[in-house]
């Protein structure tokens, strides 16, 4: 256990629908990062936060939208699903901004249909 | 042309090999270089973090960063069955400000008893 959450573990939904993802960083780690892992592109990020603000975005749709809450979890809201956003989706955390390396959660997998 | 690109494999070596895995860069600001391994169906978890230029070691791993070659390594000595996994590549840049890390598609290795 890498002591970051992720729920659910598995979804599958349909084209069009809104899912969210949930993450709870390790005990006293601020940073949370949200990657998107598929098999033609391989890990991609998609945005950061830090201690409840929006640190960096990366290759992030507009449907895709995050936050962080006081308590430090995050969520990633997925909406208007598309086909093609079938993927593995995981969180991260780190302790600080600095570049350490940080640690993975599990990963949810979502499946569109 | 992608910033990190790494050999996909599949590379099958038999128990007890040395095994290098290699990744190459375009990005001459990434300072922070790391390599993950992850599991089928589970996320990536840090093996070895190195900082600029130089070499690493941790037990049966050893990691090299050549930055003038933009050129990274990762030896496994005397391989193992449980060391069959997919191993990605990370890097970034300096730490304030850019702490997102951008990965190789990683490569896939299997260790064969």
């Known amino acids: 256990d890498s002591g970051v959450t992720q729920t659910p573990k598995h979804l599958i939904t349909a084209t069009g629908q809104r899912v969210t993802l949930r993450c709870s960083p390790r005990s006293g780690d601020l940073s949370v990062y949200w990657y998107q892992q598929s098999l033609d592109q391989g890990l991609q990020f998609l945005i950061q936060?830090?201690?409840?603000?929006?640190?960096a975005k990366g290759n992030i749709l507009e449907r895709f939208s995050a936050q962080q809450f006081p308590d430090l979890h995050s969520e990633l809201n997925l909406s208007s699903l598309e086909l093609g956003d079938s993927a593995l989706y995981f969180c991260a955390s780190s302790v600080t901004r600095q570049n350490y390396g940080y640690t993975f959660g599990s990963g949810t997998r979502l499946t569109v249909v | 042309q992608k910033e990190v690109e790494q050999d996909p494999g599949p590379l099958s070596v038999p128990e007890g090999a040395i095994v290098s895995l290699n990744c190459t860069y375009s990005n001459s600001a990434f300072q922070y270089f790391m390599w993950y391994r992850q599991y089928s169906r589970k996320g990536p978890e840090l093996l070895m973090y190195t900082y600029s230029s130089g070499n690493k070691e941790d037990g049966r791993f050893t990691a090299q960063v050549d930055k003038s070659s933009k050129y990274i390594s990762l030896f496994i000595r005397d391989s193992q069955p449980s060391d069959s996994a997919t191993y990605l590549c990370a890097m970034s840049g300096p730490a304030v400000g850019n702490e997102k890390l951008t990965f190789g598609t990683g490569t896939r290795l299997t260790i064969i008893p």
């Open positions: 936060y830090y201690n409840g603000e929006e640190r």
